[in-house]
């Protein structure tokens, strides 16, 4: 992968993080997007995957995978409920382990979190 790519997915996959009560985490919907996913349905399937990967080694999946429920706006300016997903970094490590590994998006992201969720694990411990 060349380094310009690499520096644009990094800068990409920071700004998508959010941060609450100084835990990282990034939403579904737009980690969908970050590993070039267009079907929910498609992802969703990946997201299953990791979280029986997180209740096999041992972990509790809502300390990783939280529902949520987030207002969307419509065309016509109005809101309604969409479902989401918290996801920790470990989350999405899970899932980007369990995704399609023909997507660049994807072996840049089993990396990227990888990396992250070492560096969180150092701090901790």
Same mark, same amino acid.
């Given at each position: 992968m060349e /380094?310009? !790519?690499i520096q644009k997915l990094n800068k990409t996959f920071e700004e998508a993080a959010y941060e609450q009560e100084g835990i990282g985490y990034w939403l579904a919907s737009k @980690? /969908? &997007?970050l590993l070039g996913y267009t079907d929910w349905r498609n992802f969703l399937n990946t997201v299953e995957k990791a979280k029986l990967s997180c209740e096999t080694i041992g $972990? $509790? !999946?809502i300390d990783h995978f *939280?529902? *949520?429920s /987030?207002? +969307?706006k419509l #065309?016509? #300016?109005s809101e309604r409920p969409v479902e989401d997903i918290m996801l920790t970094r470990f989350a999405c490590? @899970? &899932? +980007? $382990?369990?995704g399609d590994t023909k /997507? *660049? $998006?994807i072996a840049f992201a089993q990396s990227y979190f990888a990396i992250q969720t070492r560096k969180q694990e150092m701090l901790y411990s």
């Open positions: /380094k310009e !790519v @980690l /969908k &997007i $972990q $509790q !999946v *939280v529902d *949520v /987030k207002m +969307a #065309g016509s #300016g490590y @899970l &899932i +980007a $382990q369990n /997507k *660049v $998006q």
